[in-house]
């Protein structure tokens, strides 16, 4: 087995030694500065380390541990369209650096090329994994399509909010591992399991995620804080707070909500004053507990599993 910095290492090798084409280079220079800007390289690392613990060949799974990383950049490069997010990881989001339209066709160009290394895969398994990473990536557009509806209703329940996440996030993530765990020619029951553990661990990553945006240190987080609450995002921390909030509290957070309001710092305070006031901070901190013991469970008849399982502590902890 490797360190999980040796993986990253790995990693951003691989990744700085993928070539593009010079020309037109308004269409690539973007592709390499979204990957530039680097980030914790969870789901190409969780498929090497997947392949690893199960007695694989890691340079086997490189090529679609890529494709991964580099279809999840694609996702964000879209989502920070869609958000209109200013700040990726300390820098400028491709559609500022450049424009919306350049931000939509190099996404566009970056889910090509995620899926040309997937088809890298070694030709035994490459059915199996192309099928679930095609899989995966639909999922995702529909975890997407429901994070845009939600802005839009009013009847979003916490279970569907999971649902969301689930497909928008945390599926790649178990994706990510059952990749490694099938190139490595583990049995179907050990990929089952160890796809469910990366979903469950996908949930309270992206949980802390939600945490983080409003309670977060934007020094670490890399981005701005309070987005979601500027956004009125049916977070779980939203979702949960419109359930428990009574009288001028609820109203006061739905005025909060459905207002424009001058000061954007001053909404991102008062609302995360009400969250506070709630107990929302420690529900969603309960949650994450909740799903990360569960994932835990998956790996029970999973061999050499001691360093994922700290790996996924530290993705549930951090704060950043």
């Not at 541990?65 to 964000?76: M, Q, R, S, V």
């Not at 049916?234 to 005025?255: D, N, P, V």
């Not at 609302?271 to 909740?290: H, N, Q």
């Not at 993705?315 to 950043?320: D, F, I, K, S």
Request: proline share 3%; net charge negative; aromatic share 8%.
């Amino acid at each position: 087995m490797h360190t999980v910095e040796q993986y990253i290492d790995i990693i951003n090798k691989a990744l700085e030694n993928i070539t593009y084409p010079a020309e037109p280079s308004g269409l690539y220079a973007p592709v390499k500065y979204q990957l530039d800007m680097g980030g914790k390289r969870v789901r190409p690392l969780l498929a090497l380390m997947a392949c690893d613990m199960f007695g694989g060949n890691i340079n086997n799974v490189i090529s679609p541990a890529l494709g991964l990383e580099i279809f999840h950049n694609f996702t964000l490069l879209h989502d920070d369209v869609m958000d209109n997010a200013d700040i990726r990881r300390g820098r400028a989001t491709v559609h500022k650096a450049w424009s919306e339209n350049t931000a939509i066709l190099s996404g566009d160009a970056m889910q090509i090329i995620a899926t040309q290394k997937i088809a890298e895969t070694p030709v035994e398994v490459l059915k199996e994994v192309l099928d679930l990473y095609n899989t995966t990536a639909l999922e995702i557009c529909e975890g997407q399509q429901y994070d845009m509806e939600f802005e839009e209703r009013d009847d979003v329940s916490v279970e569907g909010y999971i649902e969301m996440i689930r497909l928008k996030t945390a599926v790649l993530i178990g994706c990510a591992l059952k990749t490694g765990a099938i190139v490595a020619h583990a049995t179907s029951a050990q990929a089952d399991a160890i796809y469910k553990f990366g979903v469950n661990i996908g949930l309270a990553f992206q949980l802390q995620d939600d945490y983080l945006d409003v309670y977060g240190d934007p020094a670490k987080f890399g981005k701005k804080i309070g987005g979601d609450i500027l956004n009125n995002k049916k977070t779980y921390m939203l979702i949960s707070a419109l359930t428990i909030a009574q009288g001028k509290e609820k109203e006061r957070l739905q005025t909060l909500i459905s207002r424009e309001i001058d000061s954007p710092e001053a909404k991102i305070a008062e609302v995360t004053s009400i969250y506070t006031s709630l107990g929302i901070d420690k529900m969603a901190k309960d949650k994450i507990e909740e799903y990360s013991l569960k994932a835990l469970q998956y790996l029970e008849d999973i061999p050499n599993s001691d360093e994922l399982k700290k790996f996924a502590h530290s993705l549930t902890t951090r704060q950043l």
